[in-house]
């Protein structure tokens, strides 16, 4: 088992700062100190000593570290999507299409790979609220700050396809109190139309990185209520514990 613990209250303590999170919950949340490595016998010659690659690469199949349908609480119906839906899903979540046009230049997501070891999806959906949760396992060489970075560059971007335009705006909120390599947390808005026809999705995203692979969870919504962040903590918790796991 991988030496990182998680510290309780994830996305509760990323969102108690900031205007417009759900407010339910009073405190922050504190952390606690790190377990020291495992007294167990040590691992094979070709993982190092947190259960990883020598190579920093986690060695279990994204699929066997995804969360499952029944880790998700009523009311949301989860499904782990199979991999022809991975790609659109994923493009959903970044708020750009593929092959659409963007402005500033250079605001598009990195290149992803689709396939069952390079991205791997479930989705929760609670169809009262028009919402979901969706918890997103990619591997990814590129460091998180990096990442968090080019993010920062783009925090207004126009997309056009086909015509259509949307802007995604995005605002990088407080990190996740997270023993993981790095962390991140974002509230985006992506909205297209104009007028009676006009579109908002809203989505408040956590993100982890462990060694290559990337935990996101993401609540995403079309209507005007309080992101979900009891749920979401719930599911990205036990996401990273997964990983952890591993």
Known sequence: MKRRILIAGLAMGACLGVAGCSSTVDGMASPVAAAGPSSASGPSSSAGADGTGEDGRVDATLESMLLTPTDF?????????PPHAVSQAAADLDGIPPGAKVDPPGCKPPAQDYGPDGTAMIVGTDNANRSTISV????SDLPLDKRTTEIERCLEVTTTKDGAEAVVRTEIL?????????????RQTVTSGKGAGKVTQSMLTLVAQIDDVRVSATYMSFG??????????????EAVQRVNAA
């Not at 407080?174 to 993981?180: D, E, R």
């Open 73 to 81: 609480p009523a009311p949301y119906q989860a499904i782990v999507l």
């Open 224 to 237: 005007d209520g309080k992101p979900d962040t009891v749920v979401l903590d719930q599911v990205f918790t």
């Open 174 to 186: 407080p990190a996740p109190p997270l023993n993981a390599d790095d962390t991140i947390a974002m």
């Open 136 to 139: 997103e396992l990619m591997r």
